[in-house]
C-alpha cells in the first residue's frame, strides 16, 4: 500500500519537521491566545500548523490521485452524510496539548494519522521540544527518531510491547484532565505509581514501555488519538473502548471518542 512506501513515510518525517519549526517559532515568542466558541484555547500556532499540514496533504492527495478526507481539529465541521463516503480518512491535530503550549511546558504533539474503514493504518507523531519523532504503519512497525539540533536523525528504535506488568503498575494520567472515574480506576489496583503528561505523549509513553496503562474516562475526539492509535496498534499495543472492549473506530457519526483505556499488557484486557 501506498502508506508502507518509503517514499510516503519520508515525505512525512520531512513535513512533520517542518511542522516543528513553524510551532517553535511561535511557541519562543510572547504569542497571543484566542478561545473558540466552546472555550478552548486556539494560538497562531494551532492555526499556520493546521494550514500547513492541510496544505500538504491536499497536495499529496492530488498529486496521488487519492481521494482521501482532511478532517482537523480547526476544520471539522463535515456533515457526517459526507464523511460517510469516504473510506479513507486524515485525521489531524495541529497542536494537541495547546494548554500545555500555552504554559510552555513543552508537553504538546503534532498528530497527523491516516485510517481506513475506521481502522488507523498510519500515523506520525512529533514531540517539538524535544526534538522526537513516532510513527507507526500496518506491516512496517512503529518507531521513534532522535533527532539533533540539525534535524538529522541520529537514532532510530523500534518500538515493541513487552507482555509483562512493572512492579508497581505504572498509570499515566492526565495533567489538565482528571476526574473522580479515573481516579477509581486507578484504586482498583493494589500497588501502582501514577505518571502525569499532557497531550498525546500519554500514549506514547505506552508505545515506548515508560507506562503499563492509560485510562481516559473522560471526552476526546477522533484527531485527538488517530495518530498515536496507529503507533501504538503496530508496536503490539491496543487502544480499546472501555465499556466494549473492542478496538476504537473513526470517522464515525460523532467524532467524539468513547471512554477508552491504552495498554501494551495484552493479558491486561
Known amino acids: 500500500m501506498f502508506y508502507?512506501?518509503?517514499s510516503f513515510i519520508d515525505s512525512f518525517i520531512k513535513l512533520i519537521k517542518d511542522c516543528n519549526k513553524i510551532v517553535l517559532?511561535?511557541?519562543?515568542?510572547?504569542?497571543?491566545v484566542q478561545y473558540k466558541s466552546d472555550l478552548s484555547p486556539l494560538t497562531y500556532a494551532d492555526e499556520q500548523c493546521n494550514n500547513h499540514i492541510c496544505t500538504f496533504l491536499k497536495q499529496f492527495n492530488?498529486?496521488?490521485?487519492?481521494?482521501?478526507?482532511?478532517?482537523?481539529?480547526e476544520n471539522k465541521t463535515i456533515d457526517y452524510e459526507i464523511r460517510n463516503k469516504f473510506d479513507w480518512v486524515w485525521l489531524i491535530d495541529p497542536i494537541d496539548g495547546t494548554k500545555e503550549f500555552i504554559k510552555k511546558n513543552g508537553e504538546f504533539t503534532i498528530n497527523i494519522g491516516l485510517c481506513y474503514k475506521g481502522v488507523p493504518v498510519f500515523g506520525i507523531v512529533s514531540i517539538p521540544v524535544l526534538?522526537?519523532?513516532?510513527?507507526?504503519?500496518?506491516?512496517?512497525?512503529s518507531y521513534k527518531?532522535?533527532?539533533?539540533?540539525?534535524?538529522?536523525?541520529?537514532?532510530?528504535?523500534?518500538?515493541?510491547?513487552?507482555?509483562?506488568?512493572?512492579?508497581?503498575i505504572k498509570i499515566i494520567v492526565s495533567?489538565?484532565?482528571?476526574?473522580k472515574d479515573t481516579l477509581k480506576f486507578i484504586n482498583r489496583f493494589t500497588k501502582y505509581q501514577t505518571l502525569r503528561s499532557g497531550?498525546?505523549?500519554?500514549?506514547?509513553?505506552?508505545?515506548?514501555n515508560k507506562a503499563d496503562i492509560y485510562p481516559r474516562i473522560g471526552l476526546t475526539s477522533e484527531?485527538?488519538?488517530?495518530?498515536?492509535?496507529a503507533i501504538l496498534k503496530y508496536a503490539n499495543a491496543k487502544v480499546i473502548n472501555f465499556y466494549t472492549k473492542k478496538e476504537l473506530r473513526y470517522n464515525k457519526k460523532n467524532l467524539l471518542n468513547p471512554f477508552f483505556i491504552c495498554s501494551n499488557k495484552l493479558n491486561f484486557f
Do not use: M, V
Request: net charge negative; with cysteine.
Open 199 to 208: 497531550s498525546s505523549i500519554k500514549l506514547l509513553l505506552i508505545a515506548e
Open 4 to 6: 508502507q512506501k518509503k
Open 62 to 73: 492530488k498529486d496521488n490521485d487519492k481521494n482521501i478526507l482532511i478532517i482537523s481539529e
Open 175 to 179: 495533567r489538565s484532565h482528571i476526574n
Open 131 to 141: 526534538n522526537h519523532i513516532y510513527y507507526g504503519a500496518e506491516n512496517i512497525g
Open 223 to 229: 484527531w485527538d488519538t488517530c495518530a498515536t492509535h
Open 25 to 32: 517559532d511561535i511557541y519562543n515568542t510572547d504569542f497571543n
Open 145 to 168: 527518531l532522535i533527532l539533533n539540533e540539525n534535524n538529522n536523525i541520529i537514532k532510530t528504535i523500534h518500538l515493541w510491547s513487552h507482555q509483562l506488568y512493572s512492579t508497581p
